[in-house]
């Protein structure tokens, strides 16, 4: 297991993240999504953290609350210390049916943050989350409000999560013109199936150094291969996230060889090059049983060649689009002149 720096902060966390979107009973349209009890739940936490994971990851909403219960009454049974584990949650989607039972404005904040805390049973959580953008509440409410409670001690770092790319930009510039904590991380979709993080969200992360932590990194079990053959899951209830899947089975097929090669499943192979891209910090798992936390595992002792990366990287493909390829043209020039020192030739 490797470690990666969170944003532009001191902290390692480890490339692989326990996701506890599974744990509890969820209800409405995320109800394929849960269902594992506390006594399911625990052999998996156990067996991340023996492999080396130090990151957990959660949210207000999984399971109406029951996922922060579980991950916080885990930790305490393991006899993990907490210092050793960084504990991430979000807030922002809707806990309750009333005006105010949502987004991101200093009342909804400062009240979850409350009830987090005491679900988690913990003083602190390491990373908070905005889960999703709020159109109505101000920046410099939502921004001042979460600087409060880093410097409360309720909170340690401050990130955010499906966002695009401008909207975190404009959040890091008014952070720092009021000295207020910037975010360190953002928590994004991407896969081998889908990869329009790359567009604009990726150079922004690089850019403006923050931690990339990848949810459905399978995309909803697709990249396992099991839709393939009439399998059930979480797809066949909710199609989330959204997958191409004329272009995802030209994925899947680069995949077998690949997976073939290294003897080892698809998943572990759909992870891995999530590993060995340079922009990931973490990568979220979502595992309902033992069997597949050890395929995802897996990942981190494969080193794909340049030639199996290309062949994933290939087939996996964005669609050229505006401005991307001006940018690239206009920026071809200068690239070669910045790695190889020489003014291009003209032919």
């Given amino acids: 297991m490797r470690?990666?720096?969170l944003g532009r902060t001191g902290l390692f966390v480890s490339e692989l993240c326990l996701g506890t979107m599974n744990f509890g009973?969820?209800?409405g349209k995320y109800a394929a999504a849960g269902g594992l009890e506390e006594r399911d739940a625990l052999p998996l936490f156990a067996r991340a953290f023996d492999a080396g994971i130090n990151f957990v990851d959660t949210a207000n909403v999984y399971a109406s609350g029951q996922s922060e219960e579980i991950t916080g009454r885990a930790i305490r049974s393991l006899g993990i210390s907490r210092h050793d584990v960084i504990v991430a949650t979000k807030v922002e989607h809707a806990v309750g049916t009333g005006p105010n039972d949502a987004g991101a404005t200093r009342h909804h904040l400062l009240h979850q943050v409350k009830a987090?805390?005491?679900r988690l049973g913990t003083d602190y959580i390491d990373l908070y989350q905005l889960h999703g953008w709020d159109p109505v509440t101000p920046l410099e409410e939502t921004i001042r409000a979460l600087d409060d409670l880093v410097r409360q001690g309720h909170v340690r770092y401050v990130g955010v999560s499906n966002w695009a790319a401008w909207q975190v930009v404009k959040a890091l510039g008014i952070a720092e013109r009021l000295n207020a904590s910037p975010?360190?991380?953002f928590q994004g979709y991407y896969s081998l199936a889908s990869r329009d993080?790359?567009?604009e969200l990726a150079p922004m992360l690089a850019s403006e150094r923050l931690a990339l932590m990848v949810f459905s990194p399978l995309a909803g079990g697709f990249l396992t291969g099991k839709y393939q053959h009439g399998g059930n899951g979480r797809r066949s209830a909710i199609p989330f996230p959204p997958v191409d899947e004329a272009r995802g089975e030209r994925v899947l097929a680069a995949m077998d060889g690949v997976a073939?090669?290294?003897?080892?499943p698809l998943a572990t192979i759909a992870l891995a090059w999530l590993l060995h891209r340079r922009v990931v910090t973490s990568v979220i798992l979502g595992a309902k049983r033992?069997?597949?936390l050890e395929d995802q595992l897996k990942a981190v002792d494969v080193t794909l060649s340049d030639d199996e990366i290309r062949t994933l990287t290939d087939a996996s493909a964005l669609s050229v689009e505006y401005p991307g390829w001006a940018l690239r043209v206009n920026d071809a020039p200068r690239e070669a002149l910045l790695q190889t020192g020489r003014l291009p030739t003209e032919d």
């Fill in 3 to 5: 470690y990666n720096i």
């Fill in 25 to 27: 009973t969820n209800l």
């Fill in 116 to 118: 987090s805390l005491t």
């Fill in 183 to 185: 975010f360190q991380s």
């Fill in 197 to 199: 993080l790359e567009r």
């Fill in 260 to 264: 073939a090669a290294h003897g080892v």
């Fill in 290 to 292: 033992l069997a597949q």
